[in-house]
């Protein structure tokens, strides 16, 4: 018998509270995001270019990634407003957003870096678009850890976690 909706987010809850915290307010995986943001800028830096056949194409591709990604950060960033945090663990009087970017997606910033990244690599180098595709496994990883403290947080996040079911991307993921 397939797993219901509610099981499979009991089953995602029960995961990302075996992640590690990485510090009480998951400085480490705050970390870990910035040396792979780094690793992706030395690879765009120091990594071969992109040949010239396609150009017009990857730049266009490109374009709309890193305005959607901008749209996306920029609006998660502006509905959290003083609750904005660098960590995963939520503020102590923080609120539950489920509207505007928060309506779309459940980490409209973390789909924007990953949409980013990608225009990033298109742009500057295909080696980077390595780095890039680890943000979207580590996003997941820390979307769990983060998931787990929102439930313990608020009760009401479960019931959200069905309502917006797209973790990152509107209508895609």
Request: charged share 20%.
């Amino acid at each position: 018998m397939p797993a219901t909706n509610e099981s499979q987010a009991g089953e995602e809850h029960d995961l990302g509270s075996r992640l590690p915290s990485l510090g009480p307010h998951g400085e480490g995986w705050v970390a870990v995001q910035g040396v792979l943001l780094l690793v992706e800028g030395l690879c765009s830096w120091r990594g071969p270019r992109w040949p010239r056949h396609a150009r017009p194409l990857r730049l266009l591709v490109a374009a709309a990634l890193f305005t959607s990604g901008a749209a996306l950060f920029a609006g998660g960033s502006r509905r959290l407003g003083r609750q904005l945090t660098t960590f995963p663990r939520p503020v102590a009087e923080a609120e539950l957003r489920h509207d505007g970017a928060y309506g779309l997606v459940r980490h409209p910033i973390y789909g924007g870096v990953v949409l980013i990244a990608t225009a990033w690599a298109l742009v500057t180098s295909p080696l980077a678009l390595l780095p890039a595709a680890l943000t979207v496994p580590f996003f997941d990883l820390k979307r769990r850890r983060e998931e787990a403290w929102l439930v313990a947080q608020h009760e009401g996040y479960e019931e959200y976690r069905g309502e917006v079911r797209h973790r990152f991307i509107p209508f895609v993921w």
